[in-house]
């Protein structure tokens, strides 16, 4: 069994799982466009879409080899 420390991922992972989640992001957009504004689902669409950016920035940073950094006032688990 492979220990988690041990893991890692090559950049072409990083970019098929970033077309993914590229993917899923479009749709959860054409939800958002497809509901009554303020409505429950509409509001909850929107943190998804934002996480969602935010992993598709973080794969991107990782299928480049580089550190991910966070934009200013991104919060944190510090």
């Known amino acids: 069994m ?3 420390s041990k893991r890692s991922m ?13 993917q899923f992001e479009a749709q959860v957009r054409r939800w958002s466009a497809e509901v009554p504004i303020g409505g429950p689902v509409y509001l909850a669409l ?6 969602l950016g ?3 920035r973080v794969l ?9 950094e966070r934009r200013y006032c991104e919060g944190g688990i510090e």
Do not use: S
Not at 10 to 18: F, I, V, Y
Not at 46 to 51: F, G, T
């Open 10 to 22: 090559t950049p072409h992972q990083a970019r098929e799982m970033g077309e993914a989640v590229k």
């Open 54 to 56: 935010l992993m598709g």
């Open 2 to 4: 492979v220990q988690r």
């Open 46 to 51: 929107d943190p998804l879409n934002h996480a």
């Open 60 to 68: 991107n940073a990782e299928a480049d080899g580089r550190a991910f």
